[in-house]
T-cell receptor, first 111, second 113 residues
Framework: GQQLNQSPQSMFIQEGEDVSMNCTSSSIFNTWLWYKQEPGEGPVLLIALYKAGELTSNGRLTAQFGITRKDSFLNISASIPSDVGIYFCAGQETSYDKVIFGPGTSLSVIP | NAGVTQTPKFQVLKTGQSMTLQCAQDMNHEYMSWYRQDPGMGLRLIHYSVGAGITDQGEVPNGYNVSRSTTEDFPLRLLSAAPSQTSVYFC????????????FGSGTQLSVL
């Protein structure tokens, strides 16, 4: 079945540093998504990507839809303490298909 | 606007007990779904519904039942709880037919002893 892998599994960074994480799929995806989960809450959608090569920003966050359509990347610039949480990539093979989630990257920011 | 509301927030069950996790949304979303979250495994889809009266299985449906009698409500039933069902359960809804933009509730933490 569909499977997503995320790396790294966890990150501990200093406030102000930039962050990069990625997600790879065993199959081609039509849509890539990035969600953030804060402790005790459900995930919240950060960025949605719909086209190979697409680069989309949301404030200090930038995500890219890989040209192979089997990967996606998320960058966070100048990290701040409120960036702490688990970042999930997710995707769909086709529109209307179920959304599959990766295992998550846990981000800790040291003030 | 409450969004997606899940109850209860915490629940402890004994093996073999049954219970229903409640989920309600007030955004008139057609698409609703249930996920379970386990450490290191992300969120796995249990069941989903594309509208009232329509439900379908996700990746891990065994041991769970759902129904969708109204647009607003999508309860998840555990018929005979097992320790393997210890998890955090999230309900999500989407305003889009393509369902990729999911709005999540705050979760139910379930322990089965």
């Amino acid at each position: 079945g569909q499977q997503l892998n995320q790396s790294p599994q966890s990150m501990f960074i200093q406030e102000g540093e930039d962050v990069s994480m990625n997600c790879t799929s065993s199959s081609i995806f039509n849509t890539w998504l990035w969600y953030k989960q804060e402790p005790g809450e459900g995930p919240v959608l950060l960025i949605a990507l719909y086209k190979a090569g697409e680069l989309t920003s949301n404030g200090r966050l930038t995500a890219q839809f890989g040209i192979t359509r089997k990967d996606s990347f998320l960058n966070i610039s100048a990290s701040i303490p409120s960036d702490v949480g688990i970042y999930f990539c997710a995707g769909q093979e086709t529109s209307y298909d179920k959304v599959i989630f990766g295992p998550g990257t846990s981000l800790s920011v040291i003030p | 606007n409450a969004g997606v509301t899940q109850t209860p927030k915490f629940q402890v069950l004994k093996t073999g007990q049954s219970m229903t996790l409640q989920c309600a949304q007030d955004m008139n979303h057609e698409y609703m779904s249930w996920y379970r979250q386990d450490p290191g495994m992300g969120l796995r889809l249990i069941h989903y519904s594309v509208g009232a009266g329509i439900t379908d299985q996700g990746e891990v449906p065994n041991g769970y039942n759902v129904s969708r009698s109204t647009t607003e409500d999508f309860p998840l039933r555990l018929l005979s709880a097992a320790p393997s069902q210890t998890s955090v359960y999230f309900c999500a809804s989407s305003p889009r037919v393509t369902n990729e933009k999911l709005f999540f509730g705050s979760g139910t933490q379930l322990s089965v002893l």
